[in-house]
């Protein structure tokens, strides 16, 4: 059954004339691809409106879409769109405050509700697959087009891990194949996500070779600022590794920890069963059951994540 929110914020976006659409930091193909895959939607149904993406660009997706340049007097009176972002301090681009209505549209638990609407869909894959259901169940208001169903579909392959995660339901194979339908090549979006760097190919030989694993089916690795260096990488590189863990035999949960500039550490943690984001709420983070990010301000904290997550390994095998 259609939620009668979209019909609200198609509405809305009917009414302002000014558009702009945010997303979260550090961002990943499902945030680039729901905020550049509506800004395509509303561009072709209303090619009057000013419609901008805002934040900074991620050279490792460009295919995804470039940021704009929007001077601080386009917020007056414009209509500001969240697309993929749990929590306020994450938004990129702080200004998005300053429009006149702001709407969050995003599948991650919603601990923080903010905006005029709020359109959360924890059962949903990823913000892209909510963008489409939208475009999809209002018709000709804001019909689907060739460049959003690329860029809509990049975003759910990127959250779902080309369709391998838990949060991949019918539904989702659903918009999936409605998607592709549209002109575009969805094995060309599979190629440009599956085509590391070399010195990204480096880095995840060395996770894969120096990854500890204890009894429990804990994983973990720290990659310093001197590890990086060693492979001229940075944060934004390491993306690609995260999942890696996951592939080994007997892994349960895992977690991948960057060293930051500063020395703190930037925590990717991952599980294919227990239940981590609580774990991640503790330590400044939070995120999906299976997949959240958290912070650590030295490898002392780390060694408590890990533990932590050695209790949840533990007793969910004492239970399943």
Not at 80 to 101: C, F, H, L, M, W
Request: proline share 5%; net charge negative.
């Amino acid at each position: 059954m259609e939620n009668p929110i979209y019909a609200d914020i198609v509405n809305k976006i009917q009414a302002y004339a000014t558009i702009i659409i945010h997303r979260h930091l550090r961002p990943d193909p499902d945030a680039l691809g729901s905020q550049n895959g509506l800004a395509s939607l509303i561009r072709q149904a209303f090619p009057e409106k000013k419609v901008f993406v805002a934040g900074e660009n991620e050279d490792s997706l460009s295919y995804l879409g470039s940021m704009d340049s929007i001077p601080d007097e386009a917020y007056e009176g414009a209509l500001v769109i969240v697309t993929d972002t749990a929590n306020q301090p994450r938004v990129s681009d702080k200004r998005y405050v300053k429009g006149e209505y702001l709407i969050k549209i995003d599948h991650h638990p919603n601990e923080d509700p903010y905006g005029d609407i709020c359109l959360v869909e924890t059962q949903a894959s990823s913000s892209s697959e909510i963008i489409a259901k939208i475009s999809f169940s209002t018709g000709d208001k804001l019909p689907m087009n060739n460049a959003a169903a690329r860029l809509l579909y990049a975003g759910i392959v990127g959250d779902t891990g080309r369709f391998l995660y838990p949060a991949t339901t019918a539904m989702t194979m659903k918009i999936a194949s409605k998607l592709m339908q549209f002109d575009f090549s969805a094995s060309d979006i599979s190629q440009m996500m599956n085509t590391n760097s070399l010195k990204t190919a480096n880095l995840s030989g060395f996770v894969l070779q120096s990854l500890t694993i204890n009894d429990v089916g804990v994983a973990s690795i720290i990659l310093s600022q001197e590890i990086l260096g060693r492979f001229g990488a940075v944060d934004s590189d390491t993306a690609p590794v995260v999942p890696l863990p996951g592939t080994v035999e007997g892994v349960l949960c895992w977690g991948i920890f960057v060293e930051q500039p500063n020395g703190t550490y930037r925590c990717r943690l991952r599980s294919k069963g227990p239940i981590i984001n609580e774990v991640a709420k503790r330590h400044g983070g939070g995120g999906h059951p299976l997949a959240s990010g958290a912070n650590a301000k030295d490898e002392s904290e780390i060694n408590d994540i890990i533990l932590e997550l050695e209790e949840l390994a533990i007793e969910w095998q004492n239970t399943h």
